[in-house]
């Protein structure tokens, strides 16, 4: 490290394959350079600050070690996870997530909270959990709603769809069963129509490749209610046959490019979707439908084709026309 210190990983199997990237997640201990001093194995991850301290996490807080392998009383100790390093007279890093400019007491003098103003009075917070050193998921809190049991049904309808939906993909087990998941989401708002679109990426660390993961909400603000594909349509109307010969055509327009396991699509009520201004995105995620590496793959339709089936009395049309 700059100040002269050893960082040492937990023990590993000699004779097992051990992915690199998990030195960066596991159980680390700190020795001085004669080796005569060590910590135990305690922290989840270690920086280099500047010339005479590093930047250490325990699971629980943030703080700085001097080359004695002491604790700083100069430098802050802060709640969560975060590494910094020294710009001057201020700490500038990431503090759970969210980028942060401090000062040597500790008090936050910038920082980007990813808070959203969703107009009136309404805005989206920010909320990043941390379940694991390898694991960082983000996701809305709505506030400032005039109705507070809507509030909290939305609130709940998000944390489960965002979260909770993704809490099998965290583990955290050693060098063989370890996964790398980063979420991220936009929220934006038309009308009474909340609309989120998250993306997820997870690594099983070893694998060939990772994993990429997309999913769309879309909550209505007067009711509370999530609105699925099937909402916007008339009852018995048609609309999946015809989005499937739609988007199966597309499909074949693109084979000889994509190469596509199918030319046959079939479109239903389950089909993963986003709302646009003018149209609707079906989408299907990178290996649903074509190998891999052509990436995630998405068919527009726009409303204007879609005027024989909406549902143009229907709350989720008028929720955002």
């Not at 350079?33 to 590093?54: A, G, Q, R, W, Y």
């Not at 802060?78 to 201020?90: M, S």
């Not at 583990?171 to 790398?180: Q, V």
């Not at 646009?276 to 891999?292: E, F, L, P, R, S």
Request: hydrophobic share 35%; proline share 4%; net charge negative.
């Amino acid at each position: 490290m700059s100040n002269g210190l050893i960082v040492v990983g937990e023990e590993v199997d000699d004779y097992a394959y051990i992915p690199p990237e998990y030195f960066e997640y596991c159980k680390k201990a700190l020795l001085t350079p004669d080796l005569k001093k060590s910590t135990d194995f305690i922290f989840d991850s270690v920086s280099s600050f500047d010339n005479e301290h590093v930047c250490v996490n325990d699971g629980t807080s943030v703080y700085f070690i001097d080359k004695e392998l002491e604790q700083s009383r100069k430098l802050p100790k802060l709640p969560g996870r975060g590494e910094f390093i020294k710009d001057g007279e201020l700490i500038r890093g990431h503090l759970n997530g969210k980028m942060t400019v401090l000062d040597t007491k500790g008090r936050i003098l910038a920082q980007n909270s990813g808070d959203i103003d969703l107009g009136d009075g309404v805005v989206a917070k920010k909320q990043i959990k941390l379940p694991t050193p390898a694991a960082t998921l983000s996701c809305p809190v709505i506030s400032g709603m005039k109705d507070n049991s809507i509030e909290k049904r939305i609130n709940d309808t998000i944390y489960y769809e965002m979260v909770e939906a993704y809490e099998d993909l965290v583990r955290f087990d050693g060098p063989e069963n370890t996964m790398y998941v980063y979420s991220t989401y936009v929220i934006t708002r038309e009308k009474n129509l909340i609309l989120i679109d998250q993306n997820i990426f997870t690594d099983l660390l070893g694998a060939v490749h990772g994993y990429s993961y997309r999913n769309t909400i879309c909550i209505d603000t007067e009711t509370g209610v999530k609105y699925g594909l099937a909402d916007l349509f008339r009852t018995d109307s048609g609309a999946w046959e015809y989005l499937s010969t739609v988007v199966s055509g597309q499909v074949r327009e693109k084979m000889d490019e994509m190469g596509y396991f199918t030319d046959e699509i079939v479109i239903g009520p389950d089909t993963p979707f986003a709302v646009k201004q003018d149209g609707i995105v079906i989408y299907y995620t990178a290996g649903d439908i074509a190998a891999y590496a052509a990436g995630m793959q998405e068919f527009f339709i726009p409303y204007a084709d879609l005027s024989e089936y909406i549902d143009t009395e229907g709350d989720f049309w008028n929720a955002f026309k």
